[in-house]
């Protein structure tokens, strides 16, 4: 049931009609009001000409994750108009361009048909072809104030910022606002039963993709290094990062402080980061499943030789290509072990723009720290969508942790240097940097090799370098990030996440919480798990495991590697596309307890 | 092997180069490779040609693939960092590697199967890019670590040591090359150390990537009558185009040097090199004509050799990057980050 | 202890130097005396030059598995004589060339060290430099002969039809022989305490090693097509097909009824099996290790698009290039989850050349009747040593199954074709194969399809092809080798291996049993595991999961998708090249028994 | 798209080929490309080409990569089986696919990005192999699909739409082409539909590869001021070296077909091709001069557009594989297995 700042509008379109300005002009008045938005964009994997959904939910209570429900829809998309139709919760109200009527195809007795005649009012009013087609996104922007009492002068105040240095543009913009609102207001029932009510929800937030905040934690780590090959949707990340750049990085002289190569593909994009890893700078690349498919060799030279990368896997809907503009967590599995032979890698996982942002730098930090290639794996709804975050802060004080690498002073001064020994005991040897000094040289190569650095083929000497790596694992799980735990008072069960199931899981544990089931929470944030992930499992007799993928990816990792059992972990998955709903985490949690209890 | 230590006592006797290093201090691990093979013989020519640059050892970065070429990065100058990486993929790592530090000289060692076949793509795409290295494939036309099958270099019509007759075309890395945007392609032969040496230093002095193929007859699978890549084939199909000499910074060239006709080329990095043609036809400074005569050569089944396509000048990868003299490796922390300050300003417009 | 036909003789000797025919020579001899024998090559990772040992171990009870121990050493490579007198048993006789003597060397009181001066010997008989080198192996065969009663014979008549057609090389061979024998009987104690004795243990087996067996496999199951990229220790699988191949299947023409590429990568080798597969042809590549990591991508297209493939990954130690002439089955985690997304394949597990044999032809029938990929792993060890093996049989009644194809007839009176519709409630949908009739046609993609073929980005029909991709794995299960089972009365524990583990678990087996201790025994054969696998693990409290990997993978396996518990399953690994030996089991199974106790 | 079902009734007005097939029946799924887009173009004219040499539409195989170029396949011939692999490696599946069935016509679409970057390792051994199929390159000088990126076969010096230059050297596929050995090369314009077509049907009849680059210009992201493969800046730069006619079989070429030198190529799968030179300068037939004539009008900043090079005649890969009549796909099993006699017979040698 939508109330006041609760209710979901969703937008039905055409990809390449340009409404993206009025979509996000709709979720940022509702922001300045101040009331918690989430956005979220279901684009195809085509540029022109096919359905575009946009999404926008506004919740009081904060809750940022998909509601699962429609309670108004915009429908300018008249292929789409029996789907948007059908998928309106009973009581909502539809929205078309009533410029061509269309009673017949439109009909649905539980639900409000509005007809605007946008088409004709921007005809009427625009000569220039473009933005006839432009303006009727802006005017649909006008009647939804109209309809839910959203602040104008917001909305022009919105527009003035956007098109500061665009005049023609911002007075179409104005005029295109005043045609919705004035018809509205003038031939539809204003306001709706709910509406938009100024409050003071988001306060010091920010609104802000995953992937731009990734992107600026590249930035602030110190990453001068970027190499990828193009993939949706991840391509955004190097976007943001090479402008950021440009701006931050760019030298009196014009000089780059930074370099960014678009690799032939993802093979030579992996390469170039450890060659540029090797060589003692902070590299990444961000990818998506495809590229960790093609990156797998690659990433177990790195795990072998330890040399330290930074990947992003914005993962997107597989096996294969799949939907490449949906989403979906189903890269867990083949991150953690990517590559043949006994290999495995540091995995770090942010559920928010700001833990994207974060978890960038503290991936450069582990990977110079443990000499490994470190995924942080995000996916297509946090990374490009547009999310109400905690603002992001910085700390001046931060030093990047280059972990133990020798530098010329101290090579000066030693004998010899070896690779691959195990001076402190917490698995993680010394390395040098090329050019440094003549005695710290050493040869780096994924064929079998001693602590030393030598090449062999002698099967003691080639375990011993196996098994220091597995110590250097357990070290691995005692440095990652710690999971985020919230117990409940009379919790019988748990419940455990990663990931964007985060914000689903946090609103679907209210819920179950005013239905009187109470259950503690544990988010991961990273692999290896570490002791306070096998606490909680051991602590809690049934485990709801939810994520975003078919074959319970992270469930099988708990059962695993931190101790996990099968009867005590109950899968709870979504794996059509679209992002998690808390209502079927709700659901499915309630299933489960009523089969419990009949059996 | 690598690790086998051995005695370093340089003999007073040896030679001494610019930074007072010997020949010794060049060398690497011992070969592990078979006796004969023309690889050696490669780094032989090598450690001599960095040995009369004196570049310091350890300002240079080896690099390479998968094959018993791909080794000799092993096998010279012990005190380098070497990157010995996967089958194909050295041209990437180069790359990476390059791009954050422009002032080591790389050098890449390849085969004909690791940049050929599986590598052909990064091959080609780190001569487009012209990161600033020099890259040699020890070109046997087989795959030799993996016991003799034909490479993508093996001739059409040669045949394998068990009588197999090659039937697929032959990929030439040096058309291919000049095809691919490179501005420095020559061939040398592993018998032909005279030839060998100038190249390699000229290569070493190019600015930008110098790729040279240098024949090196696989003694064990590929040296066998029949074979277009045995030392006798090379010996008597090379066909050299001209001589070429690696004339440094300080040193003037005297007419008399030249005969034949010469024709100079200034390097970027100091120093420049002296052709002299033995084809008259011959026009290394031409692209269009290099590409026109080696198609026709190959057609011969002539193998031309010597420096075939320069053309100085033409901006490097780190150029093209616009990259500062500090190698972005080296940059400290406090250029890169742009503080809290910044930060908070920039999210003022995100809300 | 040595005794009568149970023994270990290692060789050592130098990459390059002709010893392979010896080797066999002496194999090959204990063979036709009707003694169980294994043969194992551990070769370096290049061409001459570097060290290489060959065993020979004879069992009367027919134990194939490595021994671990060295009764007598050939040390013909003084580069490794330390090494090897250090690895002889207690009590047992090193044989060296002694031409140059080493007695500072050679030094170890509690063995025999026998010198021959087999150099001189063949400088004086020979005048080729290269008979020379090669004959010294000969000679130390002689040698062996005398000492330990070998039939000269059987000897004298394999050399004869070794060399049929080189009479020279044949005469030479029988002086060295003598060589070595008469001396041999003239200045040593023969024979030892223990020799070889006449029996008739082999029966009608024959020897062969596992990647000719598998091509062979290929042959007879209608393969016929074949892509690969050369790759120690899968190369040979091809070289054999492609001799069979101009054996049996070469026109009276000329023209060929096969073809086999080599392809310029393995990304190529599995894309041109994969269109070779979805033209109807059963196709197949061998690889190792760091082929399946760049195959991972067309993996998973192969598994969401549904075109049979059979793989070869014959396995070597990693991660990374890591040793490639050792043996390992550390592909086990990355095979079964290749690719990104949910993606999921079929394994098969020999464990003998028969097994090899049989597997791939089971493999051809699986991919087709599941239409997906199947990967066989076989490993190192199995793929490229001479193992003594129960005789090939074939059925002549054998048919492919061709699994699931429309053919032109049956097109023709249909209306209209899917792709993807679940006909027969198994999850496996019908094909038809290009240019057989217009109706068949459909569009083969990795990218989001619905049941009919076409190209969707809808949430439900998408899940809806990815639920039925599951149920036709769980049907997998069904139609896939079932595991061996060995029960032992009074068993309370259980032993479950994979693969090359088996034939040490059978020895591991018996000595268990001999000292009182029964265990049940589960050779697994493929993955999903199916209701029998479960049911073992249901019925067993505790038991040993003999691997020869690091990570304990078949473990991870069967805890992730066959409920095997954590706490039930003993890790046995092995994973340092060198094939496992009964003994190592033995000790774990052991020590673990006493842990229990103690606990 | 490509699901949604159109209304099959054949016009009886339409033309019909020698099938009784119209062009309805070369017709595939609906495009979702956008309005404008230069590969839509290529579609009609391979549709025209299809039709008028009277394929049968079941008896091709359509592969593409992944791209905006590579969804072509489902805008035509829905009766053809199409195989839309991943991204860069379509060459691969095509030589698998035609190693076990030479009978079908292998149409392979691919992209600038498809081909060049990702893929081009594949596409210049799938040219090498000589494999029978068309193949075309849908080349916009962008990533389509990814919005925007310039591709490998972006010009020096051209700019991004939002004004970034491309400062990469290009790769030129048909000079890459030739210089891999491909037999038959061309070059067309998706704006010159007289010019297409004919290149179309001639590259379907040749037998081997066929490779043509058709420039197909991205109205989204390439069609601005300042591309190099917009539909402005092509139709300027275009240089034609010649006009090509396809003749079928059974046409006797008329003296007075020829203006300007004519040069005939008799084609292996019957009919043949009329060159007709504009640029006397060039011979079609010398891969040397070929060469040579591409390097220099590229470095002019000049299109060559037309047939660059043809030779019939060469081996192609189901010849080389020595492979017979009937398809491996259709051998009986009776054919292939050599049953337990045979079996036992070899392990005879094995005791
Ligand atoms: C991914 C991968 N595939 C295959 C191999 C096996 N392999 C090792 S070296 C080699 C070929 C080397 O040939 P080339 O580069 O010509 O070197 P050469 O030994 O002839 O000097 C191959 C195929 C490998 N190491 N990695
Ligand atoms: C392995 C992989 N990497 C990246 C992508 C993303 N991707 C899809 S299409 C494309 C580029 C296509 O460019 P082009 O071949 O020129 O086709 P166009 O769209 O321009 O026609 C890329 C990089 C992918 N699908 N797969
Ligand atoms: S096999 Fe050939 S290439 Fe390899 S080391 Fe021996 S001679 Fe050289
Ligand atoms: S983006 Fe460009 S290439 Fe893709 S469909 Fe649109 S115009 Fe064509
Ligand atoms: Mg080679
Ligand atoms: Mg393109």
Redesign the pocket.
């Known amino acids: 049931m939508p109330a006041d700042n609760d209710f979901t509008i969703r937008i039905a379109n055409v990809n390449g009609t340009g409404s993206a300005s009025a979509n996000s002009l709709l979720m940022k008045t509702l922001f300045r009001m101040g009331i918690p938005v989430a956005g979220k964009n279901y684009f195809p994997s085509n540029i022109q000409g096919l359905p575009t959904w946009y999404e926008v939910r506004a919740s009081h209570r904060g809750y940022l994750a998909r509601s699962g429900s429609v309670d108004i829809a915009v429908a300018m998309n008249a292929e789409t108009y029996q789907r948007d139709l059908r998928e309106l919760t009973s009581g909502g109200y539809l929205l078309y361009d009533s410029t061509w009527p269309r009673r017949e195809v439109l009909r649905r007795e539980d639900v409000h048909i509005l007809g605007v005649p946008l088409a004709r009012m921007c005809n009427e009013n625009f000569d220039n072809a473009r933005a006839r087609i432009l303006m009727k996104n802006i005017a649909y922007v006008g009647v939804l104030a109209a309809l839910l009492e959203l602040d104008l002068d917001i909305i022009r105040e919105l527009l003035r910022q956007t098109f500061a240095r665009k005049k023609p543009l911002l007075e179409a913009n104005q005029i295109a606002i005043g045609l919705g609102y004035d018809y509205a207001r003038e031939h539809l029932h204003c306001p709706l039963p709910f509406t938009a009510r100024s409050m003071d929800g988001p306060g010091s937030q920010i609104i802000i993709d995953g992937n731009t905040a990734a992107a600026l934690g590249c930035v602030y780590a110190g990453a001068t290094f970027g190499a990828w090959?193009?993939?949706?949707p991840s391509t955004s990340l190097m976007d943001a990062f090479r402008s950021f750049c440009s701006r931050f990085r760019t030298a009196e002289d014009e000089t780059r402080n930074y370099c960014v190569i678009q690799a032939e593909?993802?093979l030579a994009a992996i390469g170039m980061v450890l060659g540029a890893g090797w060589n003692g700078a902070r590299a990444f690349t961000p990818t998506s499943g495809?590229?960790i498919s093609?990156m797998s060799e690659f990433l177990g030279y790195g795990y072998y030789a330890e040399i330290p990368a930074v990947l992003f896997d914005v993962q997107r809907v597989g096996p294969s290509?799949g939907m490449?503009t949906r989403t979906q967590q189903g890269d867990i599995l083949s991150c953690a072990y990517a590559s043949h032979g006994d290999t495995r890698h540091v995995l770090l996982f942010p559920s928010t723009p700001r833990e994207c942002f974060e978890m960038a730098a503290t991936a450069f930090d582990l990977a110079e720290r443990l000499q490994t290639p470190v995924i942080v794996l995000s996916d297509l709804d946090l990374g490009m969508n547009d999310w109400m975050s905690e603002e992001l802060t910085w700390d001046d004080e931060y030093r990047p942790d280059r972990g133990k690498v020798l530098r010329a002073e101290q090579l000066e001064d030693m004998e010899a240097f070896y690779r691959y020994l195990d001076v402190d005991g917490d698995g993680v040897p010394y390395r040098t940097l090329p050019g440094e000094h003549p005695t710290g040289a050493f040869f780096t190569r994924g064929s079998g090799h001693n602590m030393h650095g030598g090449y062999t083929e002698n099967a003691g000497e080639y375990q011993e370098v196996l098994d220091r790596l597995r110590r250097k694992w357990d070290h691995a799980a005692t440095i990652v990030p710690r999971p985020e735990i919230r117990t409940a008072p009379g919790a019988q069960a748990g419940m455990i996440t990663l990931g964007t199931g985060h914000s689903a899981c946090r609103e679907a544990l209210d819920t179950l919480a005013g239905r009187g089931v109470a259950l503690d929470y544990m988010k991961i944030n990273a692999f290896p798990f570490g002791a306070e992930v096998e606490t909680f499992l051991k602590d809690h007799k049934r485990i709801y495991v939810v994520e975003q993928n078919r074959d319970a990816q992270l469930r099988t990792l708990l059962i695993n590697e931190a101790g996990g059992r099968a009867e005590q972990l109950v899968e709870v998955l979504h794996y059509n596309g679209m992002p998690i709903p808390a209502t079927s985490i709700v659901s499915a949690v309630e299933a489960d307890m009523l089969r419990d209890r009949a059996a | 092997m690598s690790y086998i230590a051995r005695p370093k006592v340089s003999h007073p006797a040896l030679a001494r180069n610019e930074l007072g290093l010997t020949m010794r201090d060049y060398e690497g691990g011992m070969s592990t490779l078979c006796a004969g093979c023309g690889h050696d013989s490669i780094t032989g020519a090598l450690i001599q040609a960095v040995f009369e640059l004196s570049i310091p050892p350890h300002r240079m970065g080896k690099l390479s693939g998968i094959g018993c070429s791909s080794k000799t990065p092993a096998y010279f100058a012990a005190s380098s960092h070497g990157f010995n990486s996967v089958h194909g993929r050295m041209p990437s790592v180069s790359t990476g590697a390059a791009a954050v530090n422009g002032r080591l000289q790389y050098i890449g060692i390849s085969g004909d199967g690791d940049s050929l076949s599986i590598g052909v793509g990064q091959f080609v795409h780190a001569m487009r890019r012209n990161l600033n290295m020099l890259y040699l494939i020890e070109d046997n036309g087989v795959y030799g670590l993996t016991k003799g099958q034909f490479s993508a270099s093996a001739d059409t019509g040669s045949t394998a040591k068990r009588g197999e007759v090659n039937e697929q075309q032959a990929i030439d890395p040096c058309l291919l090359a000049i095809a691919s945007g490179c501005g420095f392609v020559a061939r040398g032969f592993s018998g032909d150390r005279t030839q060998l040496v100038p190249l390699l230093k000229a290569g070493l002095s190019h600015r930008g990537f110098a790729m040279i193929d240098v024949i090196s007859p696989c003694v064990t699978f590929n040296d066998h009558e029949g074979s277009t890549k045995s030392y006798r084939f090379t010996r008597e199909n090379a066909y050299p185009i001209g001589h070429t000499d690696f004339i440094p910074p300080e040193v003037e060239i005297k007419a008399e040097l030249g005969v034949g006709e010469a024709q100079q080329v200034q390097l970027h990095g100091g120093g420049s090199i002296l052709l002299r043609k033995l084809d008259h036809e011959y026009d290394a400074s031409d692209r269009s004509a290099a590409l026109a005569y080696l198609s026709r050569r190959q057609g011969n089944g002539e193998v031309a050799t010597g420096l075939l396509f320069v053309e100085e000048g033409g901006a490097d990868m780190h150029e093209l990057a616009r990259l500062g003299e500090t190698p972005l490796a080296d940059l400290p922390y406090e250029r890169l980050c742009p503080g809290s300050g910044a930060l908070a300003d920039l999210q003022d417009r995100l809300r």
């Open positions: 090959y193009p993939i949706t593909d993802e495809p590229g093609l290509t490449p």
